[in-house]
Every structure is written in C-alpha cells, then in structure tokens.
C-alpha cells in the first residue's frame, strides 16, 4: 500500500496586490520556485511574493477541482478565505 501524499492549493499575493492561485506537493519549495522566476508566467516580475492561504487536498484531482473553484470566485471571496 502507498502511503497518500497531501496536495495543496494556495494563494499568493503578488507585489501589485493581485493575487495567485496554484497547487503544490510541497509549497515552499513552489514558493521559492515562484521567486526565483522559475514557477508560473503570471508570478514573474511581479514579487515580493507572499504567502497568505494554503488549504490541503487529499489527491490531485481534488486539488485541481478546488483550485478551479478558487480562480472562478471574485476578490472579495477570495480575500474572504485569508
């Protein structure tokens, strides 16, 4: 039997005040990733980056089905969540 590996979804905030949605296996190590400018398209050029939500996911699919869910609410649900 294997051993379930937790996935996260979080949110970062982007230096311009927007914010980021994204998963990860391990999210310190995507963070430093997003900084270093090697994560995501949207994150570059656009640090500091913080992190202000993680929620954690029992599988990847789930993790994708809630990160879906997260870049469909406004702002002011988003914001909500942190």
Avoid: F, N
């Amino acid at each position: 039997m294997t051993a379930t590996r937790t996935w996260w979804v979080y949110l970062l905030r982007c230096g311009d005040g927007t914010l980021y949605c994204g998963i990860a296996l391990d999210v310190e190590a995507r963070l430093e990733q997003h900084r270093a400018g090697k994560g995501a398209k949207y994150t570059r050029g656009r640090g500091p980056l913080e992190l202000v939500y993680r929620e954690a996911c029992h599988s990847r699919p789930e993790a994708l089905r809630r990160e879906r869910a997260i870049k469909r609410m406004r702002r002011s649900a988003k914001a909500a969540l942190l």
